[in-house]
């Protein structure tokens, strides 16, 4: 591959350094579902609105369908399979899951990755700071209520458990 249609990046990947070689424009969420094998981001829109593709690049949601290669160079991402062993990634999961915040579950690990980030930086958020963090992210099936109320219920059920992280 010619340095004109392909570059070399390295970055950090879920938590393990990775390199690859492709061409300087080639997606993030193609990197990811189809080299990587990491299915967890979806594609919707592929434009940069539902927010299905969201990822955390250096810890805020970013849409991996709008990011290309020389953009993630030297980068954390953090895909939603990333998130399996943190504890608050759990207790959120486990909130929306009780509201049964979703239906088909198509737009959810993008809502995860916006919230996650959100109560990770504002561990206060209240209901207008939810709305706020979910506004790039779209919903074909709920009305958005059911995941409102998991979203709250996430936000208090982090609470307590923050508190015991930094005493
Ligand atoms: S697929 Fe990336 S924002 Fe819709
Ligand atoms: S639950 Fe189906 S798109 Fe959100």
Same mark, same amino acid.
């Given at each position: 591959?010619?340095?004109?249609? %392909?570059? $070399?990046?390295?970055?950090?990947?879920?938590?393990? =350094?990775?390199?690859?070689?492709?061409?300087? !424009?080639?997606?993030?969420?193609?990197?990811?579902?189809? #080299?990587?094998?990491?299915?967890?981001?979806?594609?919707?829109?592929?434009?940069?609105?539902? %927010?299905?593709?969201?990822?955390?690049? #250096?810890?805020?949601?970013?849409?991996?369908?709008?990011?290309?290669?020389?953009?993630? =160079?030297?980068?954390?991402?953090?895909?939603? =399979?990333?998130?399996?062993? @943190?504890? !608050?990634?759990?207790?959120?999961?486990?909130?929306?899951?009780?509201?049964?915040?979703?239906?088909?579950?198509?737009?959810?690990?993008?809502?995860?990755?916006?919230?996650?980030?959100?109560?990770?930086?504002?561990?206060?958020?209240? @209901?207008?700071?939810?709305? $706020?963090?979910?506004?790039?992210?779209?919903?074909?099936?709920?009305?958005?209520?059911?995941?409102?109320?998991?979203?709250?219920?996430?936000? @208090?059920?982090?609470?307590?458990?923050?508190?015991?992280?930094?005493?």
């Amino acid at each position: 591959m010619s340095g004109l249609d %392909g570059i $070399a990046v390295s970055f950090r990947l879920n938590g393990e =350094e990775r390199s690859l070689m492709a061409a300087a !424009d080639r997606r993030l969420i193609d990197v990811l579902r189809d #080299d990587m094998v990491l299915t967890g981001a979806k594609e919707g829109c592929g434009v940069g609105r539902c %927010g299905a593709c969201t990822v955390l690049l #250096d810890g805020e949601p970013a849409n991996a369908c709008l990011l290309m290669l020389w953009q993630f =160079e030297g980068r954390d991402v953090v895909t939603p =399979e990333g998130l399996d062993a @943190e504890t !608050d990634a759990a207790i959120l999961r486990e909130a929306l899951a009780a509201e049964n915040a979703f239906q088909c579950g198509y737009c959810a690990p993008g809502f995860v990755m916006a919230l996650l980030s959100l109560l990770r930086r504002n561990p206060d958020a209240n @209901e207008a700071d939810i709305r $706020a963090g979910l506004e790039g992210n779209i919903c074909r099936c709920t009305g958005y209520h059911s995941i409102l109320r998991g979203a709250r219920a996430a936000a @208090e059920a982090l609470r307590p458990a923050r508190a015991g992280d930094h005493p």
